[in-house]
Every structure is written in C-alpha cells, then in structure tokens.
Nanobody, 119 residues
Framework: QVQLVESGGGSVQAGGSLKLSCAASGLFRNTNAMAWYRQYPGNTRDLVAVIAQNGDTKYADAVRGRFIISRDNAAITVYLQMNSLKVEDTAVYYC?????????????WGQGTQVTVSS
C-alpha cells in the first residue's frame, strides 16, 4: 500500500523556520512532479510549490523567496524548507507525489501536517 508520510510541522514564532518532509512508503516504479499544498480552514487546497522530475521549480507568489522545495529521488522524498515564516503561513500542509505504482499512474497525498505561526 503506497502512503506518503509527512513530518516536520509544528508551532513557531513569526520569522522562524521549519522544514517539512514527505517520504513515500511502498513502491513507485516512476515518479514525476512532487508538490506541496496548503489549506486554510474552510478553504480550498492551494498549491505552494512544485518540483518537476528534472528539478525545475515553481512557487506561489506568497512564498517565493522564503520557501524552497527539493527532492531526493533515491529516497522518494520531497522537502519544503520554510524560512521567514509569517502568521498567514498558518495552515495544514499536504505533500503530493505523482507517479506510477501497482495501482497505475496517479496522484498521492500525504496526511497533512499542521504549521502554526504566532506573532
């Protein structure tokens, strides 16, 4: 059974840093794009950052220059380094990995991890 396990969330003061990790259990034959999303209570899940198979990255305007997405293909893991955190970064963060498994090519989601930034 393929699962994405997230870690690294928590509570920090504004201006602090956190690093989120998302590691895949189970077997991926191939992986393509990996991404991080976040969701505020009662709102949609919004893209934060995405990293392509070749390492190309894109960021939401709200986090560009503060967050860095990276990937470890051997470990099938995606990271999100979050610096200069703001109160408005408070949300549940979800990782996403697109890839080919025994269930076919599809998108997989992490369980979500809470990030809380206080002033």
């Amino acid at each position: 059974q393929v699962q994405l396990v997230e870690s690294g969330g928590g509570s920090v003061q504004a201006g602090g840093s956190l690093k989120l990790s998302c590691a895949a259990s189970g077997l991926f034959r191939n992986t393509n794009a990996m991404a991080w999303y976040r969701q505020y209570p009662g709102n949609t899940r919004d893209l934060v950052a995405v990293i392509a198979q070749n390492g190309d990255t894109k960021y939401a305007d709200a986090v560009r220059g503060r967050f860095i997405i990276s990937r470890d293909n051997a470990a099938i893991t995606v990271y999100l380094q979050m610096n200069s955190l703001k109160v408005e970064d408070t949300a549940v963060y979800y990782c996403n990995i697109n890839g080919d498994t025994s269930r076919g090519f599809r998108t997989y989601w992490g369980q979500g991890t809470q990030v809380t930034v206080s002033s």
